[in-house]
T-cell receptor, first 119, second 111 residues
């Protein structure tokens, strides 16, 4: 399997522009997580989905941020309008649900990240 | 609530030195515990895990033992290499969907 795929790997945009980050899950995984990483705040969970349904979006910083899962294998994170303080590395990760009686945990598989710079 | 506390970095060691990165947790129930590693320019990846008390997780020369009595899961390696330079995250999972990550500890290994 190719692993979690994110695109673009780097994005440079100007303040006020719309930014769309993309993520393709590992085949067979049913949970999807979006994280943001900065030097100041470390790794932050923004939102996560299970079976295409958003479970918890309490980490989404503002209404400017939105995330969707149009199908079981793909997700987008959109920032509109973007601001310089949104500059960060954005990761998505996928996992499968623990199998009852077999495993007691879910390993998260991270993509390589998208480095976003908002000027 | 559930949380993970790990030692602040950066940790700077010479090659072949002994490594310890401390991690303690607070959790309801019986969590599974993990160490993830992030190499420069990459996403996090699972390094090792332990799913019940007294379990020892190990991988690539790293070890960590699940200590329920001290709610700890310290990461150790007997002899670090330059290639071990990375950020290490302690994490826990208590069921449901979400894994709780610590703040990360950056390790620099000098040749």
């Amino acid at each position: 399997d190719a692993g979690v795929i994110q695109s673009p790997r780097h994005e440079v945009t100007e303040m006020g522009q719309e930014v769309t980050l993309r993520c393709k899950l590992i085949s067979g995984h049913n949970s999807l997580f979006w994280y943001r990483q900065t030097m100041m705040r470390g790794l932050e969970l923004l939102i996560y989905f299970n079976n295409n349904v958003p479970i918890d979006d309490s980490g989404m910083p503002e209404d400017r941020f939105s995330a969707k899962m149009p199908n079981a294998s793909f997700s987008t994170l959109k920032i509109q309008p973007s601001e310089p303080r949104d500059s960060a590395v954005y990761f998505c990760a996928s996992s499968s649900r623990p199998l009852a009686g077999v495993t007691s945990y879910n390993e998260q598989f991270f993509g390589p990240g998208t480095r976003l710079t908002v000027l | 609530g559930n949380s993970v506390t790990q030692m602040e970095g950066p940790v700077t060691l010479s090659e072949e030195a002994f490594l310890t990165i401390n991690c303690t947790y607070t959790a309801t129930g019986y969590p599974s515990l993990f160490w993830y590693v992030q190499y420069p320019g990459e996403g996090l990846q699972l390094l090792l895990k332990a799913t019940k008390a007294d379990d020892k997780g190990s991988n690539k020369g790293f070890e960590a033992t699940y200590r329920k009595e001290t709610t700890s899961f310290h990461l150790e390696k007997g002899s670090v290499q330059v290639s071990d330079s990375a950020v290490y995250f302690c994490a826990l999972f208590t069921g449901g969907f979400k894994t709780i990550f610590g703040a990360g500890t950056r390790l620099f290994v000098k040749a």
